[in-house]
């Protein structure tokens, strides 16, 4: 029997080599107190924002086609032509100074009264566009019908005059700043544009920048 009793008495001290092990092994919730010791030291990285979005390069902007530029004898005509190939919002308006170098008039009259009879005549034809010339100098009572960046949009807009019965007016040279209209047209096919350009060849077709 005194196996068994050696047996009982290594069970026994092995199981009290246990218990003072256990409790003087540390404790895990006293370790996460202990990490947390200095938890108020701890900062919180925001997020990166996003980087900005890289500038589109000059070269894949959008790209329209300036078409013009028109006074105002033209610009009923253009906006007609405009409206038969039903460009729609593709085409808009927009305002461009120009230096124009000719123009179309009735040269000076006699006399103011003389020039209000001429202008009331061209009323009666059908001409509501002109503009009369009353500073002094060499251009006083002079009626100006419309002023154009080329000798040939001149010449086209006193043939219209002549077939309205207009034959007083004539074309001149004569260098100024004004504003006209151009149009701005986005999206239109080759044909479009030919049609534009066979209708009126003295106007500019051009690439520009959408704006």
Same mark, same amino acid.
Not at 18 to 24: G, Q, S
Not at 95 to 121: C, D, F, H, I, N
């Given at each position: 029997? /005194?196996?068994?009793?050696?047996?009982?008495?290594?069970?026994?001290?092995?199981?009290?080599?246990?218990?003072?092990? /256990?409790?003087?092994? !540390?404790?895990?919730?006293?370790?996460?107190?202990?990490? %947390?010791?200095? +938890? @108020?030291?701890?900062?919180?990285?925001?997020? /990166?924002?996003?980087?900005?979005?890289?500038?589109?390069?000059?070269?894949? $902007?959008?790209?329209?086609?300036?078409?013009?530029?028109?006074?105002?004898?033209?610009?009923? $005509?253009?906006?007609?032509? *405009?409206?038969?190939?039903?460009?729609? +919002?593709?085409? $808009? /308006?927009?305002?461009?100074?120009?230096?124009?170098?000719?123009?179309?008039?009735? !040269? !000076? #009259? =006699?006399?103011?009264?003389?020039?209000?009879?001429?202008?009331?005549?061209?009323?009666? #034809?059908?001409? @509501?566009?002109?503009?009369?010339?009353?500073?002094?100098?060499?251009?006083?009572?002079?009626?100006?019908?419309?002023?154009?960046?080329?000798?040939?949009?001149?010449? $086209?807009? *006193?043939?219209?005059?002549? %077939?309205?019965?207009?034959?007083?007016?004539?074309?001149?040279? =004569?260098?100024?700043?004004?504003?006209?209209?151009?149009?701005?047209?986005?999206? +239109?096919?080759?044909?479009?544009?030919?049609?534009? =350009?066979?209708?009126?060849?003295?106007?500019? #077709? =051009?690439?520009?920048?959408?704006?």
């Amino acid at each position: 029997m /005194r196996w068994v009793f050696l047996l009982l008495l290594a069970v026994n001290v092995g199981f009290g080599v246990f218990v003072y092990l /256990r409790d003087k092994a !540390p404790n895990p919730d006293a370790q996460l107190v202990a990490l %947390q010791m200095n +938890a @108020d030291k701890v900062q919180i990285v925001p997020p /990166r924002p996003a980087p900005a979005p890289a500038p589109v390069p000059a070269s894949v $902007r959008a790209t329209c086609v300036e078409w013009g530029s028109f006074g105002a004898g033209d610009l009923t $005509r253009a906006q007609g032509a *405009l409206d038969r190939i039903a460009l729609g +919002a593709r085409a $808009r /308006r927009a305002e461009v100074g120009v230096t124009a170098g000719y123009w179309v008039y009735v !040269p !000076p #009259l =006699r006399s103011q009264a003389a020039m209000e009879r001429k202008a009331a005549e061209l009323r009666n #034809l059908g001409v @509501d566009e002109y503009f009369q010339i009353l500073d002094p100098g060499r251009w006083r009572y002079a009626i100006s019908l419309g002023v154009f960046r080329s000798e040939e949009g001149a010449t $086209r807009y *006193l043939a219209q005059l002549r %077939q309205m019965g207009v034959r007083s007016a004539t074309v001149g040279e =004569r260098e100024q700043r004004m504003t006209q209209t151009a149009f701005l047209i986005s999206e +239109a096919t080759d044909e479009e544009l030919a049609d534009l =350009r066979n209708e009126f060849p003295g106007s500019e #077709l =051009r690439a520009v920048e959408c704006r």
